[in-house]
């Protein structure tokens, strides 16, 4: 074992445990079972984003142990490689959306500037222009709140979960009877 490999060790009665039971596919391209994908997955979470990982399943019996293993290997490469995927198509819809945000919110800003500007021009030292406007300032920024909160904050997440799916997807897998 490498010095900065993590070891996520599972006690089945059989591989297909593993699996969905709901899906009728051989090893590769089935589902996960929902549990054991958020035990791996929350498993992981936890430890350094540094280091491989390797998954030691020990079960009760298997039949043929190699081809087991390198069925179960490739099915969970296939099953993160396409979480892996499916989070960088939710990555690229946050950023399109943020565009888009991005774009009605200068758009909102700027009208409520200009339409400022204008009161201002128009009804020099009126309190109730200087209320409206102050008003339509904080309108605008608040218009802006949804880019700035996607562009600042909510794709640091996603990135750090596909970088992690990765890992999950690239660990090697061994099997061991008990």
Not at 70 to 94: C, D, I, K, N, P
Not at 118 to 146: K, N, T, Y
Request: with cysteine; aromatic share 10%.
């Amino acid at each position: 074992m490498a010095a900065d490999e993590r070891v996520i060790r599972l006690k089945l009665r059989s591989v297909e445990q593993l699996f969905n039971s709901l899906d009728p596919s051989p090893f590769v391209g089935r589902d996960l079972d929902p549990a054991a994908e958020s035990f791996i997955v929350d498993w992981a979470a936890e430890h350094p984003r540094t280091g491989a990982f390797k998954l030691e399943v020990l079960v009760e019996q298997v039949a043929a142990p190699e081809l087991a293993q390198e069925r179960l290997s490739a099915a969970l490469q296939s099953y993160f490689g396409a979480s892996v995927a499916a989070t960088e198509q939710q990555f690229r819809r946050l950023m399109r959306q943020g565009r888009f945000s991005l774009l009605v919110g200068l758009a909102f800003l700027i009208t409520c500037f200009g339409v400022s500007d204008l009161l201002q021009q128009q009804v020099p030292h009126s309190r109730a222009v200087d209320f409206i406007s102050e008003g339509l300032l904080i309108v605008c920024w608040v218009a802006m709140w949804q880019p700035l909160q996607i562009f600042l904050y909510e794709w640091w997440p996603l990135r750090r979960h596909r970088q992690l799916l990765q890992r999950l997807a690239a660990m090697s897998v061994v099997i061991k009877t008990q």
